[in-house]
């Protein structure tokens, strides 16, 4: 067994409990991800969440209301991946700009949706597949559009309530396409039946949504236009009381904006988590991340358990073990920033797919370097890609510069892919995926990791390999 990173690579200080870090800090970091999902610019949840919070101050809220707005609008996108799939089904298109572009349809006007729907529906298919797409759509709309909106919503509450934030805040989430006028989703609440902390976030999102197109001006006439349908006139007035201040607009271009809307969350209600939290939002997450494609499901859980397996077998302490686990659960944040069309492709990619397959490390470093606990561990999960030989990416690094938690991770990594369904074939038996492994062993896996990932699934006689509900301990 070996405590030592290979390679003669310096060992990362990993420290599993950190000094101090609060819920708001992860979830303000982590809201980058959900950005991502929907296809919108980094900083559209900590925009939004500047903009509810500004509305919510001037309706003179209680601290515990406060705080339900605050989580409630950093979360509003937690189940967004769960209906990527899906829409890239439906559309046979690049469901990140599907969404974001939806994103500024008034959908209780049939024009405009119908105009949507033609400009966006199979724009590489034959125009007999585009009508037939359209036919279907048409016939099936109302009923599509309350499966995927469900899913959405019903999958953002239930990764709240996995991480631990209350029922009210849950409902928020689950609540948040519901309109003023009844004509929402997923279940046609209408007025005040609709939970506050929701009508707030939809107001906010809209908002921020229409400025970052077209400015304050811009945002305030789509608001106008559809207060009393989608929006509670209070909350539109409550808007531009705060709207009329210098900062609200101003705010939104700095670059303090993280520091300041973390200086919004109540002090009497800032919650510090403590390393047990940090492992069930890093799960929560993982799930987030793997809901993105059917293709995936799982991929971050057994990741983490293979990654466990072998750095128990080499040695690792059990803090260094915990936070390879944490960072495993993560590795992939970034791709859901890539598309479903990327995704779930089953042909060869393009080349022009390929490099955006490539970016997803880096998304996966960017957003984890925002979080303290995580920001000296960003490097291993933006290298996992890497090979010893430096032919990997993103950056082409080789064995010199590869810590022993980044050969950890890409040996798990590996072999989860070659063991998992893929668009493009089946999984592979377990006989196959090591001989392949066995071909790369030196050139892009580390010989000690993958001696000890066979010894781990000869030590369990299979076991870690047929157990997707084992959570890593």
């Known amino acids: 067994m070996i405590a030592e990173s290979a390679g003669g690579c310096e060992q990362l200080d990993m420290q599993s409990s950190p000094n101090k870090i609060y819920l708001s800090e992860l979830m303000g970091a982590l809201s980058y991800a959900l950005d991502l999902t929907e296809g919108l610019p980094p900083g559209h949840c900590l925009r939004s969440c500047w903009i509810g919070m500004q509305i919510a101050i001037e309706l003179h809220l209680d601290d515990e209301t406060l705080s339900d ?66 036919m279907h759509l048409a016939i099936k709309g109302d009923e599509l559009q309350d499966e995927v909106v469900t899913a959405r919503c019903e999958r953002g509450a239930s990764i709240a309530k996995r991480m631990g934030f209350n ?72 808007l531009n009381l705060a709207a009329g201040k210098l900062s609200f607009w101003s705010t939104l271009k700095s670059s303090k904006l993280e520091r300041l809307v973390m200086s919004l969350e109540p002090a009497s209600h800032a919650i510090e988590v403590d390393d047990e939290q940090i492992d069930i939002i890093a799960a929560a997450f993982g799930e987030v991340i793997d809901s993105k494609s059917p293709f995936t499901s799982g991929h971050s859980n057994r990741v983490a358990i293979f990654v466990d397996a ?47 397959i490539k970016k997803h490390p880096v998304y996966s470093r960017s957003i984890l370097e925002r979080i303290s606990i995580f920001s000296t561990l960003a490097g291993i999960a933006g290298a996992h890609h890497e090979r ?33 369904d893929r668009p493009y074939r089946k999984a592979m038996p377990l006989e196959q995926a090591m001989a392949i492994m066995e071909k790369d062993r030196g050139s892009a896996i580390d010989s000690q990791c993958l001696d000890a990932l066979k010894r781990a699934i000869e030590n369990t006689q299979g076991a870690i390999i047929e157990s997707d509900n084992l959570q890593p301990q």
């Open 310 to 356: 072998i750095a128990s077998e080499l040695g690792l302490s059990s803090n260094r073990r915990r936070a390879l686990r944490r960072i495993a659960l993560l590795h992939d944040i970034g791709k859901l920033g890539v598309s479903n069309a990327i995704l779930d492709k089953p042909g060869k990619l393009t080349d022009n797919e390929w490099a955006c």
């Open 167 to 238: 029922d009210r805040v849950a409902e928020a989430i689950n609540s948040l396409n519901e309109h003023w006028n009844g004509k929402g989703r997923p279940n046609h609440l209408s007025g005040n039946s609709i939970p506050l902390a929701s009508r707030i976030a939809l107001l906010a999102q809209v908002v921020e949504i229409f400025y970052s197109a077209g400015g304050p001006a811009h945002a305030l006439k789509e608001v106008y236009r559809r207060s009393g349908a989608w929006f509670d006139p209070r909350l539109v007035a409550a």
């Open 69 to 134: 707005v605050f989580f409630t609008i950093l979360l509003k996108d937690a189940g967004c991946s769960s209906n990527a799939a899906r829409i890239y089904e439906l559309y046979d298109n690049d469901d990140l700009s599907v969404k974001a572009d939806f994103c500024t349809v008034d959908n209780q006007s049939l024009t405009q949706v119908a105009k949507f729907v033609w400009s966006h529906l199979a724009p590489q298919a034959p125009i007999r597949e585009k009508l037939s797409r359209l």
């Open 388 to 420: 010893l030989d430096g032919k990997g990416y993103p950056d082409g690094i080789d064995k010199t510069q590869i810590s022993l938690e980044t050969r950890i991770i890409t040996t798990a990594d590996v072999f989860d892919a070659l063991t998992a």
